[in-house]
């Protein structure tokens, strides 16, 4: 149970910073893995007063207030058409819309939580985290990085070339995915390049990027090979949803399929 | 600390503590449709609208409902004693915990898309576990509720 001693709303990010230096203190996101734990928070800061709760197109790509919901961005048609429908698909399987209505971004990126779908994605995309204090960290830099007291302000995510998908692998519908995993092929000088993002593996998602470039359609053997690859590079590990050697068969059949769709000649 | 949350449609002023839920704050104020199912977020029983959108009211503090509109099962009796009907011909439910917020979210969907796939009826309603039925009767229902609209000339349930 989640016992709260004070509730304040901030009125500007440095009160919510100079509120989170305390211990006790709490940033409450959409606060639904926050409720899953029991403990006593002195102060509950909500930044929910300080339109944090949009996502903004900027020329360089969007800009992700902190206190934007899962649902917003499942439903955001600008991200949904960079990424090919990645992002909703990303974020659709989790728990129910009504869940979606409340979980953030910014719980979601600041919780680095391993299964997670949000992180997953985000990590394929050119993602940085725009810390109140900290500046802007890219994505993949702040997944490993300690938890401290600073604010999540946004996230942002750049409109690089490239062309998108998500895949998950769940045991059954909005349960946590056994497996989760994004891919990107990126056009380059003398053709295309795939990097893959893997998350779930139970651990926090890591980034799998293939020296080779693929000049024309990627073939069955290519495909092959590069799942291959991805599967011995990436580490798992087991929990009650999967051991690590069926995680990393799922690693190995869901990079293959993704580079021939993305890159097969069938790709429409 | 003191609220105001327009309930139903009614002005309501409460002193609230800052961890009381929502859901404990709606049946306090007699709407007893909003339930206590999992309370970790995974149900759907506890589904109200906050302004307009389904959300889980076990997850919610009522102090963030400041300022808000909060609408439960008994402010759309009407809606949904017409929808219900369609459930309960096809004996879709066996105990009927899971109706309340069964329905309360199926509304919103209607509000949002008036004519919607099987599909996606069934990933917005993914949210609403049952624990008796295996949803193909809840799917029915809705289904046959849907064509009784359009038969009747209107715009599906939107309203
Ligand atoms: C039952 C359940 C099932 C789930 N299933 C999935 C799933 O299948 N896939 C998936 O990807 N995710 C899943 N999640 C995680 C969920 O999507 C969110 O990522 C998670 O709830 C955190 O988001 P929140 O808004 O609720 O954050 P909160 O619970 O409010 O906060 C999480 C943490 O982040 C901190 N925080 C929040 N905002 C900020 C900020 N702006 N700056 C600094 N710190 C901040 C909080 O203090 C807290 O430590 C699930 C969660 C639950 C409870
Ligand atoms: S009681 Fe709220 S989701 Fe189950
Ligand atoms: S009818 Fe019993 S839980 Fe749905």
Redesign the interface.
Same mark, same amino acid.
């Given at each position: 149970m989640l016992t709260i001693q004070n509730y304040k709303k901030a009125e500007s990010l440095e009160d919510a910073w100079t509120l989170n230096q305390r211990r006790g203190s709490v940033i409450l996101g959409g606060m639904l893995w926050l409720k899953m734990g029991k403990r006593t928070v002195q102060t509950a800061i909500d930044l929910s007063g300080l339109r944090l709760d949009r996502i903004e197109e900027t020329p360089e790509g969007w800009s992700i207030g902190c206190m934007t919901t899962l649902r917003q961005l499942e439903l955001h048609k600008g991200l949904n058409a960079y990424t090919n429908g990645a992002v909703r698909e990303a974020v659709r399987h989790i728990v129910g819309v009504q869940f979606r209505n409340l979980a953030t971004v910014g719980g979601s990126v600041w919780g680095r939580f391993g299964f997670s779908d949000v992180c997953t994605l985000l990590l394929a995309l050119d993602s940085y985290v725009e810390l109140y204090k900290g500046g802007n960290v890219p994505l993949v830099d702040f997944l490993t990085r300690e938890k401290d007291r600073d604010v999540l302000v946004r996230v942002i995510v750049k409109r690089t070339p490239g062309t998108f998908l998500y895949r998950s692998v769940r045991g059954s519908q909005t349960d946590f995915p056994v497996l989760a995993c994004a891919a990107v092929l990126v056009p380059a000088e003398n053709g295309d390049r795939l990097r893959l993002s893997v998350g779930a593996r139970p651990g926090r998602a890591v980034l799998f990027q293939e020296e080779a470039v693929f000049r024309g359609p990627i073939s069955e053997a290519d495909a092959a090979a590069f799942g291959k690859a991805a599967a011995e590079h990436i580490a798992t590990g087991s929990n009650l949803r999967g051991s690590a050697e069926y995680r990393s068969h799922l690693i190995q059949v869901l990079a293959a399929r993704a580079a021939l769709e993305l890159g097969g000649a069938d790709r429409c | 600390?003191l609220i105001s949350i327009t309930l139903n449609g009614k002005k309501i002023t409460s002193d609230v $503590?800052?961890?009381a839920l929502l859901l404990d704050w709606a049946r306090a104020q007699g709407c007893k449709s909003v339930k206590r199912g999992c309370e970790? =977020? #995974?149900c759907?029983l506890c589904?109200v609208f *906050?302004d307009d /959108?389904? @959300? *889980?009211s076990c $997850? @919610? *503090?009522a @102090?963030?409902a400041d300022g808000r509109r909060v609408t439960t099962l008994e402010g759309l009796q009407e809606e949904a004693r017409e929808f219900a009907g369609f459930i309960a011909d096809q004996g879709a439910e066996q105990c009927g915990f899971c109706n309340p917020g069964f329905v309360m #979210?199926a509304l =919103?969907l209607f509000r949002e898309n008036p004519d919607p796939s099987v599909d996606e009826i069934k /990933?917005? *309603? =993914?949210?609403?576990l049952c624990r008796c039925s295996g949803y193909e009767g809840q799917t029915r229902g809705i289904l046959n509720y849907l064509a009784w609209k359009k038969a009747r000339g209107g715009e599906g349930a939107a309203t």
């Amino acid at each position: 149970m989640l016992t709260i001693q004070n509730y304040k709303k901030a009125e500007s990010l440095e009160d919510a910073w100079t509120l989170n230096q305390r211990r006790g203190s709490v940033i409450l996101g959409g606060m639904l893995w926050l409720k899953m734990g029991k403990r006593t928070v002195q102060t509950a800061i909500d930044l929910s007063g300080l339109r944090l709760d949009r996502i903004e197109e900027t020329p360089e790509g969007w800009s992700i207030g902190c206190m934007t919901t899962l649902r917003q961005l499942e439903l955001h048609k600008g991200l949904n058409a960079y990424t090919n429908g990645a992002v909703r698909e990303a974020v659709r399987h989790i728990v129910g819309v009504q869940f979606r209505n409340l979980a953030t971004v910014g719980g979601s990126v600041w919780g680095r939580f391993g299964f997670s779908d949000v992180c997953t994605l985000l990590l394929a995309l050119d993602s940085y985290v725009e810390l109140y204090k900290g500046g802007n960290v890219p994505l993949v830099d702040f997944l490993t990085r300690e938890k401290d007291r600073d604010v999540l302000v946004r996230v942002i995510v750049k409109r690089t070339p490239g062309t998108f998908l998500y895949r998950s692998v769940r045991g059954s519908q909005t349960d946590f995915p056994v497996l989760a995993c994004a891919a990107v092929l990126v056009p380059a000088e003398n053709g295309d390049r795939l990097r893959l993002s893997v998350g779930a593996r139970p651990g926090r998602a890591v980034l799998f990027q293939e020296e080779a470039v693929f000049r024309g359609p990627i073939s069955e053997a290519d495909a092959a090979a590069f799942g291959k690859a991805a599967a011995e590079h990436i580490a798992t590990g087991s929990n009650l949803r999967g051991s690590a050697e069926y995680r990393s068969h799922l690693i190995q059949v869901l990079a293959a399929r993704a580079a021939l769709e993305l890159g097969g000649a069938d790709r429409c | 600390m003191l609220i105001s949350i327009t309930l139903n449609g009614k002005k309501i002023t409460s002193d609230v $503590s800052p961890d009381a839920l929502l859901l404990d704050w709606a049946r306090a104020q007699g709407c007893k449709s909003v339930k206590r199912g999992c309370e970790t =977020a #995974n149900c759907g029983l506890c589904t109200v609208f *906050l302004d307009d /959108e389904p @959300v *889980l009211s076990c $997850s @919610v *503090l009522a @102090v963030r409902a400041d300022g808000r509109r909060v609408t439960t099962l008994e402010g759309l009796q009407e809606e949904a004693r017409e929808f219900a009907g369609f459930i309960a011909d096809q004996g879709a439910e066996q105990c009927g915990f899971c109706n309340p917020g069964f329905v309360m #979210n199926a509304l =919103a969907l209607f509000r949002e898309n008036p004519d919607p796939s099987v599909d996606e009826i069934k /990933e917005f *309603l =993914a949210g609403n576990l049952c624990r008796c039925s295996g949803y193909e009767g809840q799917t029915r229902g809705i289904l046959n509720y849907l064509a009784w609209k359009k038969a009747r000339g209107g715009e599906g349930a939107a309203t």
